[in-house]
């Protein structure tokens, strides 16, 4: 099973000793071309952060996908920029993902106003499961990494939600420092959220997709996906956000999106 070997591999060694073959190397460019745009010093604790992801989470291809090291790695890319600068595991109550050929069927539950719960099946291209379950469909997932300005990424969205996990409801505010860090949080993504609602819901365009007006969890997702995507214009349209998003990703992703 590929990733046993790869967890294998990765499983002895430390963080200062973190070994990255070339081809690997060479993959990510390819298949994460933002992933080429890092500079030398993030691209290498990006490496020690994959290693540590694919050591400590099991993957698991499903629907008769054969998983490959290119799969691993690009999800593991991708899900580790958001915490490049975190100490420790990267996603603590992460244990599993699940890989998908392409769009998977999900059972939706949902409660009329009578009360009465009613469940339908529908298609979906990734879901963050709340007790540490992934789960992606891979076309979806190549196609995001491949298109880095289109601030659309279903990798970065649906490991946002695993963040906003990690502290409880799935809620729009992921684990803070302090009570004033989340007071801030608060305040900004109330605002930005309130004025997005109205944006959308007067058909005026934003940098943002219209699917953050879902509810606050998938404004906050939706926010990540252009934070890495389209950082210039993120900053220009919502710059107290982009505050609070680079603070709490400790980067700022303008440095490094530039056109070349």
């Not at 899900?79 to 059972?107: M, N």
């Not at 409880?168 to 608060?186: I, M, N």
């Not at 305040?187 to 997005?196: I, K, L, P, Q, T």
């Not at 210039?232 to 490094?256: C, T, V």
């Amino acid at each position: 099973m590929i990733w046993q070997k790869l967890k294998a591999f990765f499983g002895g060694e430390t963080q200062e000793a973190v070994v990255f073959h070339e081809e690997w190397i060479a993959l990510l460019k390819q298949n994460v071309p933002l992933y080429a745009r890092l500079p030398e010093e993030l691209r290498l604790r990006l490496h020690e952060r994959i290693a540590q992801f694919i050591s400590t989470i099991r993957f698991e291809g499903c629907g008769g996908l054969e998983l490959t090291e290119a799969m691993i790695l690009t999800v593991a890319a991708q899900a580790c920029l958001l915490v490049v600068h975190r100490e420790g595991k990267p996603y603590p109550k992460l244990s599993a993902v699940y890989l998908y050929p392409t769009t998977f069927s999900s059972v939706r539950k949902s409660v009329g106003a009578s009360g009465i719960v009613t469940e339908g099946e529908v298609r979906r291209l990734g879901e963050s499961w709340g007790w540490g379950t992934v789960v992606l469909a891979w076309d979806s997932v190549a196609q995001g990494a491949r298109c880095i300005h289109d601030g659309d990424n279903v990798t970065f969205h649906e490991f946002a939600h695993q963040l906003d996990h990690e502290d409880g409801p799935t809620d729009g505010a992921p684990a803070l420092p302090s009570g004033a860090a989340y007071r801030l949080w608060s305040r900004v993504f109330h605002d930005n959220y309130a004025d997005f609602l109205q944006s959308t819901e007067e058909g005026r365009k934003t940098v943002m997709d219209a699917y953050g007006a879902t509810n606050p969890a998938e404004f906050f997702a939706v926010a990540t996906e252009t934070f890495f995507e389209k950082p210039e214009k993120l900053f220009e349209e919502r710059p107290e956000m982009y505050a609070e998003l680079a603070k709490y990703y400790h980067l700022d992703p303008r440095e490094w999106m530039q056109d070349k």
